[in-house]
């Protein structure tokens, strides 16, 4: 029952900015560490950032200083401000959440956003 919904992927130009938005929606009892992920063409999909319930967040060295991962007072929401956008930041973005429901955590995907920046 436990539904994640990402938005505000799109297109920039090198140097531009975009935020992700992901919402956890469902029958929740508690959300633990929060996550972006993200996959390119022909790539595996790898952690971009993730961010704690007490907000602690974490950053592949290729986003480090461009990208900055937060969430919401009531822990359902999780952004992913991107600034200085690079084309090889290219990638469908995939929220992923560590979420207790129905008395244990289990890990849930999002649908996942396409971003693009072009040269």
């Known amino acids: 029952q436990v539904q994640l919904v990402e938005s505000g992927g799109g297109l920039r130009q090198a140097g531009g900015s975009l935020r992700l938005s992901c919402t956890a929606s469902?029958?929740?009892?508690?959300?633990?560490?929060m996550a972006w992920y993200r996959q390119a063409p022909g790539k595996q999909r790898d952690l971009a950032a993730s961010i704690t319930s007490g907000g602690v967040s974490n950053y592949v060295d290729s986003v480090k200083g461009r990208f900055t991962i937060s969430r919401d007072n009531a822990k359902t929401t999780v952004y992913l401000e991107m600034n200085s956008l690079k084309p090889e930041d290219t990638a469908v973005y995939y929220c992923?959440?560590?979420?207790?429901?129905?008395?244990?955590?289990?890990?849930?995907w999002g649908q996942g956003t396409q971003v693009t920046v072009s040269s």
């Open positions: 469902g029958s929740i009892s508690s959300i633990d560490v």
């Open positions: 992923n959440a560590k979420i207790k429901t129905r008395g244990y955590y289990s890990y849930y």
